[in-house]
């Protein structure tokens, strides 16, 4: 067990080491072909070089760095900008409850907890989202925190914490409230509702909306449920699963790392991003790249990855996509079985992407089926033509198509008087959207 152990310390800060190498390649190859000396030789080549060191060194640089929120004032109904401010709600060991306060605004009508992906990037991957739903609305949104930074006296976290959290979460902001779950957590955000449904009916949502989520992963195969299904829990133990190094405060905890989950980010669309990655490169070289371009814009997200403890990742693997236990209506936590049919007085939408290659469509609207006891005229779903998996939560799809019908179903089932109360734009573009993806690029980010 020791040499297991030893042997998982030694993969982790190999794979660090391996990083912070090309990092120092980066830099190395900026500084050398940027001597003043190689001015008097004026060969392209000294420009490549310098164009690939910068752009290597801030690539590598990005994959251990959480990025800023970065949300941008929200435009008040007289002109004048209020600007937002980032505050912990609510503090738990493994995840923050995080508030967007937009100063000297009053409280908005709809109250929407924004409930982000433990998959191997940080919540500040559903940034432009955030962005677009603040004009209309106050959003609150789950912010995970990265295993490697969480000491092993905090204990596990696994599926049912995480239900537990969400459970805890809705039961804090009270039951006026809409429920917006993204990709992996949309069948535990479902769990969560059933739980608070049965256990205290009147901390229910209004609202659960469940966009691109594996409901039933073997409603529709991708590349992703056939992996899950290809390996056994033992394999993939001993192919993933690593111990975090002694540089981080969650030294000797069992993750899986978040640089192994982006090489498979990464695997998926390779060619698209040797491609990105060498056109920016000669942007660079020819001087005609910026700081804030789009290319720069996607990948200081996109390459910003956390770890995710290793209970979590497996049970996530073995009890929704292996065992179908949410899709089968048998999960329980903590032993005790959570009936998806007790949900009644919660509306529920699904919202899919027709080119969605993570969640296929017919994974996440296989809720609607699921929720025996909601009647038809509480349940909704929207397939976005077009759409990759990205796009249905950012992007041109999200701005001009879903959002305005999410923000429709939410006032359909809330108060009577809330039409009366809220104002927003239907359509067009959404001031302050910050997304750098258009529809072309919805297929390079995998959540």
């Known amino acids: 067990m020791a040499y297991k152990g030893l042997r998982g310390i030694v993969s982790y800060d190999a794979m660090e080491t391996v990083r912070n190498t090309n990092e120092w390649m980066g830099a190395s190859a900026r500084a050398i072909a940027s001597y003043p000396v190689f001015a008097l030789f004026p060969h392209p080549m000294f420009k490549l070089m310098s164009a690939w060191g910068r752009v290597t060194e801030r690539s590598f640089a990005r994959m251990v760095i959480k990025p800023d929120w970065e949300i941008p004032p929200v435009p008040g109904a007289e002109g004048q900008d209020h600007l937002v401010y980032v505050e912990p709600a609510v503090r738990r060991p493994f995840g923050d409850l ?121 409603a529709a195969a991708t590349e992703v449920t056939d992996f899950g299904n290809r390996v056994t829990m033992g394999q993939l133990e001993h192919l993933a699963i690593q111990q975090v190094g002694f540089k981080y405060r969650g030294a000797g905890r069992m993750v899986y790392p978040g640089l192994a989950q982006l090489s498979s980010f990464i695997a998926m669309n390779s060619e698209t991003h040797v491609k990105a990655f060498m056109d920016k490169i000669v942007a660079e070289a020819r001087g005609e790249a910026s700081e804030g371009d789009k290319h720069n814009k996607f990948y200081d997200e996109y390459l910003a990855v956390m770890d995710m403890t290793a209970e979590f990742y497996l049970s996530t693997v073995a009890r929704i996509f292996q065992n179908l236990e949410i899709a089968q209506n048998r999960f329980t936590v903590n032993g005790q079985p959570v009936d998806l049919g007790k949900i009644r007085d919660v509306a529920v939408m699904t919202v899919e992407g027709a080119n969605d290659d993570i969640s296929a469509p017919g994974q996440c609207v296989a809720a609607l089926a699921l929720c025996t006891g909601v009647p038809d005229s509480k349940k909704a779903q929207h397939l976005e033509p077009g759409a990759g998996h990205y796009g249905i939560f950012a992007g041109k799809s999200w701005r001009l198509n879903i959002r305005p019908l999410v923000l429709d179903f939410m006032d359909e089932h809330s108060g009577s008087d809330l039409a009366a109360r809220t104002k927003r734009k239907r359509g067009g573009q959404v001031v302050g959207d910050t997304s750098p ?11």
């Open 437 to 447: 993806l258009g529809p072309e690029d919805d297929a390079k980010i995998a959540v």
């Open 98 to 218: 995080v508030h967007f306060r937009v100063a000297r605004r009053e409280p908005m009508a709809r109250r929407v907890l924004l409930v982000a992906p433990m998959s191997g990037h940080y919540a500040t991957l559903l940034r432009s989202t955030v962005t677009s739903l603040l004009q209309d609305c106050d959003v609150w949104v789950t912010d995970w925190h990265n295993a490697r930074d969480i000491p092993v006296s905090k204990g596990k976290f696994d599926v049912e914490d995480y239900t537990a959290y969400l459970v805890d979460f809705m039961r804090y902001l009270g039951p006026d409230l809409h429920v917006v779950a993204v990709c992996q957590p949309a069948p535990l955000a479902l769990a969560a509702t059933a739980m608070l449904a049965e256990q205290d009916p009147s901390a229910q949502p209004r609202s659960l909306t469940l966009i691109g989520g594996p409901i039933d992963p073997d």
